[in-house]
């Protein structure tokens, strides 16, 4: 529970709570819905973090070795130098590929394929932000007032 730690390390306020309570041998508190920091997080790097989303949303969902685009479920990532040959997974060597032109280059070089990526793979500044993920369960009603309402 990284909130209940937080309130113990008086690091967090709580600005609402729900009605059932928690408990350990030494304390009871009410369980806290909505909290927040007394200080902001400490800023980090520029870079975005290394993700698979990451990595189609830089290559604009299209594959780099035939450039077809592709949807979610169509697209992998692809070393462009093999793990077998100590490629990293990093934003210098990953790059999306549709499932077909990642199973014909294998786990072979550039050179020994002869499929070369369209775009040299590069670490991004910065990444569009990607459409909103819908909740499968409704918003607590506690969390509400603190929601921005489009």
Known sequence: MTAVTAICKETVDVLV??????????TAMKLPAVIRLRKP???KKN?????RLGIYTRDNWTC???GKVCKWNELTYDHVLP????????WTNIVSACARCN????????????MYPR?????PKSLPLTPRIELREPVPKEWEPFLKKN
């Open 41 to 43: 997080l400490p800023k």
């Open 47 to 51: 870079s975005p973090k290394f993700s």
């Open 103 to 114: 199973a014909k280059k294998g786990s072979q070089t550039p050179e020994e394929s002869g």
């Open 64 to 66: 780099q070795y035939c």
């Open 83 to 90: 793990r077998k040959q100590l490629g990293a997974t990093c």
């Open 17 to 26: 709570e729900y009605d059932e309570e928690i408990r350990s041998p030494s």
């Open 119 to 123: 775009k040299e793979p590069c670490e």
